[in-house]
């Protein structure tokens, strides 16, 4: 089965210095890859998304992601965070048996903002 | 509606009590899916309706969780007898045909607590 790893539990980052959440995907063609954000006592809000072209893909609220398919990575980048970022951060694969259309979740990286 | 809508927001229940879920996606939508989200877990997914075609429910624990879209619209989860385990989030989403493409849309979530 597919599965997505993010190997941050949490990560804090300073206001205004630059942010990279990691992801790795098991898949050995071109996956369809998600980045979703949870802000506190919500849903999921999907940031940006990569299944063809262009392997740098930029996002909502600052936010781009670099696939690479040599590390089967989808890190997530921003160049420098605001306090309203912090949150919890999801990567998510779409599942090829499915037709990519069911979406497998990593299990979420906590992102603190300091002052 | 504009967007997923989940109710209640908020459930406690008693042990051994059964509770329904409801999800109403955005309008137009042919997929829908639930998924469970456990405290300091990822994204468990649970069962996943596509237009017409039968739900795929490889995710459901146990043959406690059921669920059902009518009309091709409204779902609703139902979790008989239930077990403090089952105290999580559980969150609803929905997506165009080509929501491996776009995406979900997801809904606020409901609160589930068993005591």
């Known amino acids: 089965a597919q599965s997505v790893t993010q190997p941050d539990i949490h990560i804090t980052v300073s206001e205004g210095a630059s942010l990279e959440l990691r992801c790795n995907y098991s898949?050995?063609?071109?996956?369809?890859l998600f980045w979703y954000v949870q802000s506190p006592g919500q849903g999921l809000q999907l940031l940006l998304k990569y299944f063809s072209g262009d392997t740098l893909v930029q996002g909502i609220k600052g936010f781009e992601a670099e696939f690479k398919r040599s590390q089967s990575s989808f890190n997530l980048r921003k160049p420098s965070v605001h306090w309203s970022d912090a949150a919890e951060y999801f990567c998510?694969?779409?599942?090829?048996?499915?037709?990519?259309?069911?979406?497998?979740f990593g299990t979420g990286t906590r992102l603190l903002v300091s002052p | 509606g504009a967007g997923v809508s989940q109710s209640p927001s908020n459930k406690v229940t008693e042990k051994g009590k059964d509770v329904e879920l409801r999800c109403d996606p955005i309008s137009g939508h042919t997929a829908l899916y639930w998924y469970r989200q456990s405290l300091g877990q990822g994204l468990e997914f649970l069962i996943y309706?596509?237009?017409?075609?039968?739900?795929?429910k490889s995710g459901l624990p146990s043959d406690r969780f059921s669920a059902e879209r009518t009309g091709g619209s409204v779902s609703t989860l139902t979790i008989q007898r239930t077990q403090q385990e089952d105290s999580a989030v559980y969150l609803c989403a929905s997506s165009l045909d080509r929501g491996r493409e776009d995406g979900y849309t997801f809904g606020s979530g409901t609160r589930l607590t068993v005591v």
């Open positions: 898949y050995g063609a071109t996956p369809y």
């Open positions: 998510a694969v779409g599942e090829v048996n499915t037709g990519f259309q069911k979406l497998v």
């Open positions: 309706f596509q237009g017409n075609s039968a739900p795929d």
